[in-house]
């Protein structure tokens, strides 16, 4: 499918595999997360648009490539996408960041809002949407709508594991979004776990139950 780039990068991989381990603890599990989110990011950012500006160097003049155009916002999905902010402003540290707060009702598995913010204006930045999980993709979906109807345009979006039933819904209704995907997992169980996947993620970052 157009528009949905899978990690296949060894470090992701090995990070990935920690973080299902149930015996790794918060402090470790947040930090691979954030690891995760720099190596994530730097893969989903490797097409953003550059233009030659002139710089002095100790010994000449000469013309070197910035980035240009479109400015960074970053946009986390509430609780769990808060642990992937850090990595990906440790690449782009002057990033704006915008906050969707979601909750999915334990019994639909659809998600109830309950926070959002942009940084405004929204309409000329590329966002970088952060989750680490698109499980049934209700959460991913609603939060890139919200930012449709904000102005967004040029939208990422980043998860550490989906499932392909996420996948699925969420290109469905958002095709012309890029989706980053650290790894595809087998499927969802009855509670709209997924399976393999690693638990509850905000649970795991937040050290909550
Ligand atoms: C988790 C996760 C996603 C969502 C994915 O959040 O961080 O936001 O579930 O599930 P979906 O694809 O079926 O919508 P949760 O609602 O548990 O909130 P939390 O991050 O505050 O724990
Ligand atoms: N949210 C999580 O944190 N984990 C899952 O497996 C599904 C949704």
Same mark, same amino acid.
């Given at each position: 499918?157009?528009?949905?780039?899978?990690?296949?990068?060894?470090?992701?991989?090995?990070?990935?595999?920690?973080?299902?381990?149930?015996?790794?603890?918060?402090?470790?599990?947040?930090?691979?997360?954030?690891?995760?989110?720099?190596?994530?990011?730097?893969?989903?950012?490797?097409?953003?648009?550059?233009?030659?500006?002139?710089?002095?160097?100790?010994?000449?003049?000469?013309?070197?490539?910035?980035?240009?155009?479109?400015?960074?916002?970053?946009?986390?999905?509430?609780?769990?996408?808060?642990?992937?902010?850090?990595?990906?402003?440790?690449?782009?540290?002057?990033?704006?960041?915008?906050?969707?707060?979601? =909750?999915?009702?334990?019994?639909?598995?659809?998600?109830?809002?309950?926070?959002?913010?942009?940084?405004?204006?929204?309409?000329?930045?590329?966002?970088?949407?952060?989750?680490?999980?698109?499980?049934? %993709?209700?959460?991913?979906?609603?939060?890139?709508?919200?930012?449709?109807?904000?102005?967004?345009?040029?939208?990422?979006?980043?998860?550490?594991?989906?499932?392909?039933?996420? &996948?699925?819904?969420?290109?469905?209704?958002?095709?012309?979004?890029?989706?980053? =995907?650290?790894?595809? +997992?087998? =499927?969802?169980?009855?509670?709209?776990? &997924?399976?393999?996947?690693?638990? +509850?993620? %905000?649970?795991?970052?937040?050290?909550?139950?």
């Amino acid at each position: 499918m157009e528009n949905i780039f899978y990690m296949e990068h060894p470090l992701i991989q090995h990070k990935i595999s920690m973080l299902r381990d149930k015996r790794t603890g918060t402090n470790e599990f947040r930090k691979l997360v954030e690891e995760i989110a720099v190596l994530m990011g730097y893969e989903a950012f490797r097409d953003l648009p550059v233009e030659a500006v002139e710089v002095q160097t100790p010994l000449e003049t000469c013309k070197t490539p910035v980035i240009s155009g479109k400015k960074l916002a970053v946009v986390p999905i509430l609780r769990a996408g808060l642990g992937m902010v850090n990595g990906i402003l440790t690449l782009v540290p002057s990033a704006k960041v915008g906050h969707i707060g979601l =909750c999915r009702n334990h019994e639909t598995h659809e998600p109830e809002e309950y926070y959002c913010k942009l940084p405004s204006p929204i309409e000329e930045r590329t966002i970088a949407v952060l989750d680490p999980m698109l499980a049934t %993709g209700g959460s991913a979906v609603s939060a890139v709508n919200f930012i449709k109807e904000h102005g967004g345009k040029h939208i990422k979006f980043l998860c550490i594991i989906a499932a392909p039933e996420g &996948i699925e819904r969420f290109h469905h209704a958002h095709p012309d979004v890029q989706l980053y =995907c650290g790894c595809l +997992d087998r =499927c969802l169980n009855e509670e709209a776990y &997924i399976c393999p996947g690693l638990g +509850d993620a %905000g649970d795991r970052i937040f050290g909550t139950k």
